[in-house]
């Protein structure tokens, strides 16, 4: 049987080490080839069958794995490595809610955050939620972004993976439905060639409470993501997506790769490739690039 397919185990490295008895475990639940080590104890490839009837899962591999926190991704073996990545950024390239934590400040954080839950879960319209929470800014000053600012985080590998994928000539992009005063930050940190988000109205310091339209939401996300694989002339195949919020679903279910990260169970649900555990230099192994080959980006 042909090995078309490769399956990786991710350990969160910090938590656990993944071993050679769980290679041999996942090379014999899909009676695969002989693993590749692409980090001693964090990463590991095995070459795979296609999916077929009787193969297990990767739901059932992950309920052996999950509890060790070591995730499994599954990926055809030809083309891993891909020319486009786009990334959302609020609990994917950060660790933050940059809204919820703008809100914080202002001291309405447990009010916007809820709202903000209930839109990544999908329970309601993105782009109405957005303009409810903005609405709830109104008259405070603009200074509050900046202490906003000041605690966002950024993920594990975050940096890594924009500035291998970007060594390697892919082209990288942030699309956020947040605002264009954090990814402009963030790109800049981990080297985005571009940045798209939302635009916060301000005059004379103040925030007004209101939005530019139109509100980048997921439709505009898939839109981006359609646009720079056609400007690069790539194929959907030759792409890859990341997020967490049911307003990533889109572009996560149009690229070659989409990969729910540390997502909301809606995500969680409806994309085959998940990282729960590991950070972001999963998205690396997943092309099959080994640690040895990461560019730091620092």
């Not at 439905?177 to 940190?189: E, I, L, P, S, W």
């Not at 997502?263 to 969680?268: E, H, N, S």
């Amino acid at each position: 049987m042909s090995l078309s397919y490769t399956i990786t185990l991710v350990a969160r490295r910090d938590a656990t080490t993944l071993t050679d008895a769980d290679a041999r475990a996942a090379r014999d639940m899909v009676k695969g080839g002989v693993p590749v080590i692409l980090s001693p104890g964090e990463a590991v490839d095995i070459p795979s069958p296609a999916p077929h009837a009787g193969m297990p899962t990767l739901d059932t591999m992950r309920a052996v794995f999950g509890p060790r926190q070591i995730d499994v991704l599954l990926t055809r073996s030809r083309g891993r490595r891909k020319g486009l990545l786009v990334a959302d950024m609020d609990s994917t390239i950060v660790a933050n809610e940059t809204l919820d934590d703008l809100a914080a400040h202002a001291g309405i954080g447990e009010r916007v955050a809820e709202i903000t839950r209930r839109s990544m879960n999908g329970e309601i319209d993105f782009a109405a939620a957005l303009r409810e929470r903005v609405a709830l800014l109104a008259g405070l000053p603009a200074t509050l972004l900046e202490k906003a600012w000041k605690d966002v985080k950024l993920n594990e590998g975050a940096r890594e993976l924009v500035a291998t994928m970007r060594a390697h000539n892919a082209r990288t992009a942030l699309v956020s439905g947040g605002f264009t005063f954090f990814t402009g930050r963030v790109a800049a940190q981990c080297g985005f060639a571009e940045h798209h988000a939302n635009v916060l109205d301000i005059q004379k310091g103040i925030l007004t409470g209101t939005v530019d339209e139109p509100i980048l939401g997921p439709d505009a996300k898939l839109a981006h993501l359609r646009r720079l694989a056609e400007e690069g002339r790539l194929k959907p195949a030759a792409t890859m997506a990341v997020g967490d919020g049911a307003n990533d679903l889109a572009m996560l279910k149009e690229a070659g790769v989409g990969i729910a990260f540390h997502a909301k169970p809606i995500v969680r649900a409806a994309i085959g490739n998940r990282v729960d555990h590991a950070g972001l230099r999963a998205l690396l192994f997943a092309q099959g690039y080994p640690a040895a080959s990461f560019v730091s980006g620092e």
